[in-house]
């Protein structure tokens, strides 16, 4: 069974652009999370999708925003990049997103310069 | 406001010896907690997890504790391996608020031989 995959692994953009992230989730998995991880930081909450719908979202910016696809795939956009925005984006997915332990993919590291 | 604390950034363990990681948490809501391992460049995996219904959970050599009154919990790996060295977050999720898991900022475990 292929894990969570998301493209690309690693990003560099300049401030002021915007950047899209793929992710994939395990099949059969229909709840998908992003969460922002800074040095320090743990990893904070962006979004969560499960059929298409957004069902929670996280204290970020709305130049942060994501979609999901009816294959239940996602995309997570920033818009506006600025220098703080440098992190590893990991996406996790899950079953139902209820209570039940997410699968994490590999992340994408975007830096932003 | 951090709801999930993790104290201690690191913590260094002779092999064979006992790892206890802790992590407080805030909020009363909180009914279900993970930790994940973290190996540099990979995504959090799943490790194990306990409902609020319990207050212990055991999987081979990683067991978890729960204590409700002091909204804390432990991780205890016994006996601890070279390979066990990776960064440790613990997590929490809320019935209200199912769809989001809520991390710590992690520790740093470091095994040696």
């Known amino acids: 069974k292929a894990g969570v995959t998301q493209t690309p692994r690693y990003l560099i953009k300049t401030r002021g652009q915007q950047v899209t992230l793929s992710c994939s989730p395990i099949s059969g998995h229909r709840s998908v999370s992003w969460y922002q991880q800074t040095p320090g930081q743990g990893l904070q909450f962006l979004f969560e999708?499960?059929?298409?719908?957004?069902?929670n979202k996280g204290n970020f910016p709305g130049r942060f925003s994501g979609r999901q696809f009816s294959n239940s795939r996602s995309e997570m956009n920033v818009s506006t990049l600025e220098l703080g925005d440098s992190a590893l984006y990991l996406c996790?997915?899950?079953?139902?997103?209820?209570?039940?332990?997410?699968?994490f993919g590999q992340g994408t590291r975007l830096t932003v310069v | 406001d951090q709801q999930v604390k993790q104290n201690s950034p690191s913590l260094r363990v002779q092999e064979g010896r006992i790892s206890i990681l802790n992590c407080d948490y805030t909020n009363s809501m909180f009914d279900y907690f993970l930790w994940y391992k973290k190996y540099p460049a990979e995504g959090p995996t799943f490790l194990i997890s306990?409902?609020?219904?319990?207050d212990k959970n055991e999987d081979g050599r990683f067991t978890v504790f729960l204590n409700k009154s002091a909204k804390h919990l432990s991780l205890h790996i016994v006996p601890s391996q070279p390979g066990d060295s990776a960064v440790y977050f613990c997590a929490a999720s809320a019935m209200d608020s199912s769809y989001k898991l809520i991390f710590g900022s992690g520790t740093r475990l470091l095994v040696r031989p």
């Open positions: 999708y499960f059929s298409e719908t957004q069902r």
């Open positions: 996790a997915s899950s079953v139902d997103g209820t209570n039940t332990e997410a699968f």
């Open positions: 306990i409902s609020s219904i319990k």
